[in-house]
């Protein structure tokens, strides 16, 4: 790919040789480009605690530069994966070059019952279909409030029998699931078994410190270091698979839950 056109608007890029291109450098163009048109240009990234990952250049660098000096650009930055996402801002890292930049937050939360019941209902109303409160309710029973999976429920059910829909949305979270935590495990395949059996324990009801390290030694048949079995519970955290709260750990929702004792150590 040479570059892209929207609107006749032409960005070409160049990625190797001596005229590749920066972040920063693409960044100030855009820039420039609607400080000229006497506009702002928002640049919104998608799961953005991916970012970390990127190798041979520095993210962070480049949108602390932004942040400071390019005032026709606005960033928003989405992830599920608050944990990662707080470590790509540096939100409590003195040393991140992000690190005390003013932003506004919005934090998603599930919704509760009544909200997740209200939310088909003029889903469905909104196409002119009157819903089927007891289908409506066994899906908000079975996908917990989750505002993805709700979506999804309501877009298979305009096509197919509401039993269909369900179970399609729950193997395809599933395997989004599983998916998610695989992709954690392998970079991390020394202590997979351990992360595994940490998952499940939680899954299955653990919820503190030494009741969860209790059950994944039992598993395995053999101790954590207290010192690394803290760090791995720390990742999990910031990794999304797991959330804290006060001094206990969860799986939030039962498709986590289930998809969790699939795992194979």
Same mark, same amino acid.
């Given at each position: 790919?040479?570059?892209?056109?929207? #609107?006749?608007?032409?960005?070409?890029?160049?990625?190797?040789?001596?005229?590749?291109?920066?972040?920063?450098?693409? =960044?100030?163009?855009?820039?420039?480009?609607?400080?000229?048109?006497? &506009?702002?240009?928002?640049?919104?990234?998608?799961?953005?605690?991916?970012?970390?990952?990127?190798?041979?250049?520095?993210?962070?660098?480049?949108?602390?530069?932004?942040?400071?000096?390019?005032? #026709?650009?606005?960033?928003?930055? &989405?992830?599920?994966?608050?944990?990662l =996402?707080?470590?790509?801002?540096?939100?409590?890292?003195?040393k991140?070059?992000?690190?005390? %930049?003013?932003?506004? !937050?919005?934090?998603? #939360?599930?919704?509760n %019952?009544?909200q997740?019941?209200?939310?088909?209902?003029?889903?469905?109303?909104?196409?002119?279909?009157?819903?089927?409160?007891?289908?409506?309710?066994?899906?908000? !029973?079975?996908?917990?409030?989750?505002?993805?999976?709700l #979506? =999804?429920?309501?877009?298979?059910?305009?096509?197919?029998?509401?039993?269909?829909a369900?179970? *399609?949305?729950?193997? &395809?979270? *599933?395997?989004?699931?599983?998916?998610?935590?695989?992709?954690?495990?392998?970079?991390?395949?020394?202590?997979?078994?351990?992360?595994? *059996?940490?998952?499940?324990?939680?899954?299955?009801?653990?919820?503190?410190?030494?009741?969860?390290?209790?059950?994944?030694?039992?598993?395995?048949?053999?101790p954590?270091p207290?010192?690394?079995?803290t760090e791995?519970?720390? $990742? =999990?955290?910031?990794?999304?698979?797991?959330?804290? %709260?006060?001094?206990?750990?969860?799986?939030?929702?039962?498709?986590?839950? $289930?998809?969790?004792?699939?795992? %194979?150590?």
């Open positions: 790919m040479r570059g892209v056109e929207i #609107s006749g608007l032409k960005v070409y890029l160049a990625w190797g040789g001596r005229n590749k291109v920066t972040l920063t450098g693409l =960044l100030d163009k855009l820039n420039d480009a609607a400080s000229e048109a006497g &506009t702002r240009i928002v640049v919104a990234i998608d799961e953005a605690q991916e970012l970390i990952k990127a190798t041979g250049f520095k993210v962070d660098v480049a949108l602390a530069y932004a942040y400071d000096n390019l005032k #026709s650009i606005k960033f928003i930055l &989405t992830g599920s994966k608050i944990g =996402l707080y470590r790509l801002i540096g939100i409590d890292n003195p991140a070059p992000l690190f005390g %930049r003013a932003m506004w !937050e919005v934090k998603l #939360s599930y919704f %019952r009544d997740s019941i209200d939310f088909l209902v003029k889903g469905f109303e909104e196409l002119n279909i009157k819903a089927d409160i007891d289908e409506v309710e066994e899906a908000v !029973e079975e996908l917990d409030g989750i505002p993805g999976w #979506s =999804l429920y309501g877009y298979y059910r305009i096509k197919k029998q509401h039993r269909e369900l179970n *399609e949305v729950k193997q &395809t979270a *599933e395997a989004m699931i599983i998916s998610e935590a695989e992709n954690f495990l392998k970079t991390r395949p020394q202590a997979r078994a351990r992360y595994v *059996e940490m998952l499940k324990a939680i899954a299955s009801g653990c919820d503190k410190w030494s009741t969860i390290k209790r059950a994944a030694e039992s598993a395995l048949g053999e954590i207290p010192k690394n079995y791995m519970l720390n $990742n =999990l955290t910031a990794a999304g698979l797991v959330e804290k %709260r006060d001094d206990r750990y969860e799986v939030p929702d039962k498709l986590m839950k $289930n998809a969790y004792m699939k795992l %194979r150590a």
